[in-house]
């Protein structure tokens, strides 16, 4: 683990609210010199504090109206048959997240496609041809309440 000081946490806490953030402007938000913000940034960078940048893109805006959370249980739980499941979902490009769970299920899939018939293609062609999955399903959003990639840094300190 990456010990956070606060002006680490200070850096970090205005690079996710604005990527395009230089080295200039993050040392005037923070009154701190050039040098040391731009040496503490490739530092986070470094060690993998900050894995990449991205641009956030707004999904509905480019015709991707329906995400799904769809909950995948295995047949077989050997390291071989895990293996190929994750390496064919991640994959796939509608699958925008995929997490290991505990539960009654073995992963948790967050998909975003244009509607649901796409859903529809996606559950039955891709999934469906996996030969590991013993069953799914599927909770369709209805609406957003928030949607944030912002981790709290500054939580407790002062």
Do not use: W
């Not at 039955?124 to 957003?144: A, D, P, R, Y």
């Amino acid at each position: 683990m990456y010990n956070l000081d606060e002006t680490d946490a200070k850096i970090l806490h205005l690079l996710q609210q604005d990527a395009t953030l230089k080295t200039r402007e993050l040392s005037e938000k923070l009154n701190l010199s050039y040098t040391p913000v731009y040496e503490r940034v490739r530092r986070l960078e470094k060690e993998g504090v900050i894995r990449k940048y991205v641009a956030l893109v707004d999904r509905e805006k480019v015709g991707k109206k329906l995400m799904a959370f769809c909950n995948i249980a295995l047949k077989e739980h050997s390291k071989n048959m895990g293996e190929k499941f994750v390496k064919a979902v991640t994959a796939m490009p509608e699958v925008m997240e995929c997490f290991n769970i505990s539960g009654d299920y073995d992963f948790l899939l967050k998909v975003v496609v244009d509607d649901m018939s796409q859903y529809q293609q996606f559950l039955m062609q891709k999934l469906g041809s996996l030969e590991n999955i013993g069953s799914t399903h599927s909770l369709f959003v209805m609406g957003e309440i928030k949607n944030s990639s912002a981790l709290e840094m500054l939580s407790g300190k002062k």
